[in-house]
């Protein structure tokens, strides 16, 4: 199951509460319809008041991530962080978790 850093916990949290005051909103990772190299899926973050019907929901300290069906699969043996430049544009990274 994918897995937050705490620095990617504390952003999205920041991000979604920034965005709306509804009380089961999330960042909602799913895929693009481009693909990425060698036909892997690429990924897209929007701040969402609820989870699509097909979503799984992925609730890590309080911080709630929205995943669709090819995010599930591209993230399930991942960690996700995070991190912020000087200008305030957010990064997400996406590593492997280690055994």
Do not use: C, W, Y
Not at 24 to 46: N, W
Not at 76 to 98: H, M
């Amino acid at each position: 199951m994918l897995t937050l850093t705490d620095n990617a916990s504390a952003i999205v949290t920041t991000l979604v509460s920034r965005q709306t005051d509804a009380p089961d909103a999330g960042l909602r990772i799913h895929s693009t319809e481009a693909q990425g190299p060698e036909g892997s899926a690429r990924l897209a973050v929007l701040v969402a008041t609820d989870p699509e019907p097909q979503d799984q929901v992925v609730e890590v300290a309080g911080t709630r991530l929205f995943l669709d069906e090819s995010a599930v699969a591209a993230l399930d043996d991942k960690i996700l962080d995070a991190g912020v430049d000087d200008e305030g544009s957010v990064s997400f990274a996406v590593t492997p978790q280690v055994a």
